[in-house]
């Protein structure tokens, strides 16, 4: 017996959730189907004065994913969605809604969760776009359930793997945790990665100015975890914020391994409050 249904927004909107709600500016972009989620989606965004443009595509439905959880134990999940690539039509719809935002951005955060919305020509644009607004990208591919590799993402300012998508992109089962992180961003060109790595918590890598890589840890702050789901779209929003404005990788990082504690004693990706934030960073 279904005694509790909750919606909750995912995929990309619950990263611009987090930006906005942690009181940085957040215009947000993505594909929906015409259907009844979407409409869900249009209305969290505007409850939560994101300035957003959902661009629809009636060969999709907006996507859709049912967790069945008992005692805060997630048994399955149902997805409805469909992975086919844009067609040229919404590619060229999407990329130039990026152009007339990224006008007024200080960087641009791309959520990728592989089903068909990041397409090589898109990618492709992004990049040109940051070049000629000088803008910072940060990047967060979700292969869990899907098939890709963070090899695409060349020259971001971040890039957000955990340690099975790093070694699927390096290609490698055996390399050492610190071999693999080095080697990850010397391929990509990336400036800064967030290893991510479950109830450890996660490193932090950094290139000084002499080109050369250094690290930090930074452990979970949280022994027992109610629901992890939302905790990589947390951490990015922090890291994609403290970046974005010049400050420092690892200060930013402590923050963002904060904001890693609050979402994941949580039930539900539920964007996160400044001074929620605050209080947490006091208390530590």
Same mark, same amino acid.
């Given at each position: ?8 927004? &995912? ?36 409850? %939560?004065?994101?300035?957003?443009? $959902?661009?629809?595509?009636?060969? =999709? ?23 086919? +690539?844009? +067609? ?57 359930? %899907?098939?890709? +590799? ?8 971040? $890039? ?6 790093? =070694? ?8 050492? $945790? ?11 060109? +990336? ?9 450890? &918590? ?29 905790? &990589? ?12 404005? &010049? ?38």
């Amino acid at each position: 017996k279904e005694l509790k249904c909750k919606n909750f927004v &995912g995929g990309a909107g619950i990263v611009a959730e987090h930006i906005n709600s942690l009181g940085a500016k957040c215009d947000f972009i993505s594909v929906t189907g015409i259907d009844e989620n979407a409409d869900i989606l249009q209305r969290e965004m505007s409850f %939560q004065e994101i300035n957003f443009d $959902l661009i629809q595509d009636e060969t =999709r439905p907006t996507t859709f994913k049912k967790r069945y959880i008992v005692e805060n134990q997630k048994l399955f999940r149902v997805s409805k969605l469909e992975d086919h +690539s844009l +067609s040229k039509s919404k590619e060229e719809e999407l990329i130039e809604k990026i152009k007339e935002f990224a006008k007024n951005a200080t960087g641009i955060v791309i959520s990728d969760f592989l089903y068909g919305v990041i397409t090589p020509n898109v990618l492709k644009e992004v990049n040109r776009i940051a070049q000629n607004y000088n803008l910072p990208i940060f990047g967060d591919l979700q292969c869990s359930t %899907q098939f890709g +590799s963070l090899m695409k993402f060349n020259n971001f300012a971040l $890039l957000c793997p955990n340690e099975k998508e790093a =070694r699927m992109a390096i290609k490698d089962r055996e390399l050492s $945790l610190e071999a693999l992180s080095k080697m990850l961003m010397q391929e990509t060109n +990336s400036r800064n990665l967030v290893m991510k790595l479950g109830a450890k &918590g996660f490193i932090s890598y950094g290139v000084n100015k002499k080109g050369e890589i250094f690290s930090q840890a930074f452990p979970s702050l949280v022994a027992n975890p109610i629901d992890v789901t939302g905790a &990589g779209d947390s951490l990015l929003a922090v890291m994609a914020i403290g970046l974005s404005l &010049g400050e420092n990788l690892f200060a930013t990082s402590a923050i963002a391994c904060c904001q890693a504690a609050l979402a994941v004693k949580r039930m539900g990706n539920i964007p996160i409050k400044f001074e929620d934030l605050k209080q947490e960073i006091i208390k530590v």
